[in-house]
Each structure stands twice: as C-alpha cells, then as structure tokens.
C-alpha cells in the first residue's frame, strides 16, 4: 500500500475507534506525520492526562504507553508493537533499587519517566529530561537523594545544580553512541553550527555543547536561536520535525548512529494493524500504578 494510502486508512480508522495518535520525537518521520500530537515524554503524559479520546495509541516505547495507562486508567492505551522496549528503563530492577534504598534509609527517590511501572511505584517522584532540575530542586539541600536509572542525565541535574546525587547505573545505548569525538568533527566541518545535546549524552558531549536540553527544548532553542545551523547529539528521528519545522535552517545529526532500534519498530502498517485489531493493550495493575501514578502526579503538578 503506499504511504498515502495509509495515512488515509489510519486516518479514517482513527475516527472510527476514537483514537487518539501520540507519538514521541524519536518516532520514524510517517509515524510522526500521522498522529495527533508529538512531543516529549512530558509533553505527551500531558496530553493523555487531557484527552477525552477513548483510545489512545501511543507510537513510542512501552514506558510511555503505560505512563500514559497509568496516568488514565480508564483509556484503552494501545501500543503498535509490544517488542518496543528502552534498555535504558531496563538498568534498573527493582531488586537493585530496593538494595540502594536500604542503603541510604533516609534518602528519598527520583526516578527518571524511562523506568518501569514498578520503579515508578518505589519511587517518590518522577522527571522527565525537560523538568529533572526543577524536581530535584523542589528537595531541600540537605535531602540526600537516588536518582536512577540514568547516570548522564543524574550526573548532569546534579552539576548544574552544583548538589549531590546518588546515581544509578543506566545509560542510554543510543545517546552513548554519540561521542565527544562526532562532535569536534561536525564542529570542524560546520564551524558556524550551534551545538544542542540531549543531557542522556556523556558528560563530555555535553562539556562542548552550546545548549543542553530534553527534545521539547532543543526544538524550542534551534526555532529560537538565530543561527542557520545546528549539530543535533540526540536521536536522529528529531530531524525530522526539525527540518519540518524550520525549512531555512540546515540540521546535522552529531551521529548516524544514533538511531533506536526500539523507537523505529514502529511503521504505519503496524499502526494500522493496531487500531484495526484493537492491540496490543497496555495494562498495569491497579495496587501497582496507584502508587506510580502518585510519583507522576507529584512532577505533573510541579511542572
Ligand atoms: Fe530508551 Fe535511549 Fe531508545 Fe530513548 S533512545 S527509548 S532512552 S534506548
């Protein structure tokens, strides 16, 4: 079927089973093109807070599909592909959380929106990259702290505000990918370009970036920014929305490799599968998401 042919097929589809499409940053550019909203983690557990859609197919990797379960219980939350997983919210389990809450007894949780169900429900509050600085500010300065499961994105939260943190071990596979030596490279080639990373990067991509931000932020500062390029160290999906968005500046991906395997599973012929079947459904226990949707809460309220 060709692409157009498709994008009709979801779109009446779509109506049909009053679904709403949300798709992340990171998705392949058809994917993006046909859903109802795309954005950021943040921005898109805002947007299922808010839908009256009584569907929600969430074009992403499975954390998100059942952040947004967890956020509306009573929504149908379909994801395209169940094999869609993120290595990162994988570093973690929660026999390993527990062994570092037993550690330091008296520190408090923040927990990165790339982790499980069940580490959201250990977890006092959650972030995303967009707000990690802003939640972990709201603890006073001599609250000790675990922030898990990414380490570049805790490493960075806690220099800029110059507090400590207890790190997990996480990373993320496909921001690791980007390497200090990518950026020079690109800088060499294109010495006008302002350099935006995603904090999931080493501390040493981010050391020579001009602006560090969540996907949402580097979209907002290369529209903003008045230069005509930019060198982008995060997922190559962005570009997509980028160049979309912003037709008279020119973007260069910092690496090729870059590229999640896990968020590109996603096609249009799997969305359509999806809402022609009504699968795969995303479901979380009731004892288990009431106290994660607590931990999303506590950071929807303070963002
Ligand atoms: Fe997970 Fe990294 Fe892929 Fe995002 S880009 S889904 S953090 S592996």
């Known amino acids: 079927m060709a692409s157009s ?16 499409i949300l798709a992340h940053n990171y998705q392949r550019g ?5 859903a109802d909203f795309v954005g950021d983690s943040l ?11 009584r569907v929600i197919l969430f074009c992403g990797v499975h954390f998100m599909a059942e952040t947004a379960k967890i956020i509306c219980p009573d929504k149908l939350v379909l994801e395209p592909d169940r094999n869609a997983g993120c290595p990162l919210a994988d570093m973690i389990t929660e026999r390993e959380l527990e062994a570092l809450k037993q550690e330091h007894p008296e520190a408090k949780v923040v927990c990165y929106v790339n982790s499980s169900a069940s580490i959201k429900a250990m977890s006092d509050i959650c972030c995303t990259s967009a707000n990690a600085q802003k939640v972990v500010a709201s603890f006073p300065p001599d609250q000790e702290l675990i922030f898990v499961p990414d380490r570049n994105l805790g490493r960075y939260t806690a220099a800029s505000l110059g507090r400590k943190l207890i790190l997990g071990p996480g990373h993320c596979p496909t921001h690791e990918h980007i390497t200090s030596r990518d950026i ?17 990067c080493t501390k040493e991509v981010i050391d020579l970036a001009d602006h560090v931000g969540s996907t ?43 590229d999640c395997p896990d968020m590109k599973l996603t096609t249009l012929q799997k969305v359509i599968w999806a809402l022609e079947d009504m699968v795969y459904e ?22």
């Open 184 to 200: 020079v490279g690109e800088k060499s080639k294109h010495p006008h370009a302002k350099v935006t990373v995603h904090p999931e």
């Open 216 to 258: 949402s932020q580097m979209l907002k500062y290369c529209q903003e920014s008045g230069a005509e390029e930019f060198i982008i160290g995060t997922e190559i999906g962005i570009l997509h929305r980028l160049r979309k968005e912003n037709p008279g500046k020119v973007f260069y991906a910092a690496s090729p490799l870059a």
């Open 43 to 53: 921005g898109l557990s805002r947007q299922a807070a808010r839908t009256d859609a």
């Open 282 to 303: 995303v479901t979380v226990a009731e004892e288990e998401a009431s106290r994660a949707r607590t931990a999303i809460e506590r950071m929807l309220h303070l963002s």
């Open 30 to 34: 058809e994917v993006q093109d046909i």
């Open 5 to 20: 042919e498709l994008q009709q097929s979801i779109s009446e589809l779509k109506q049909h089973r009053q679904a709403v």
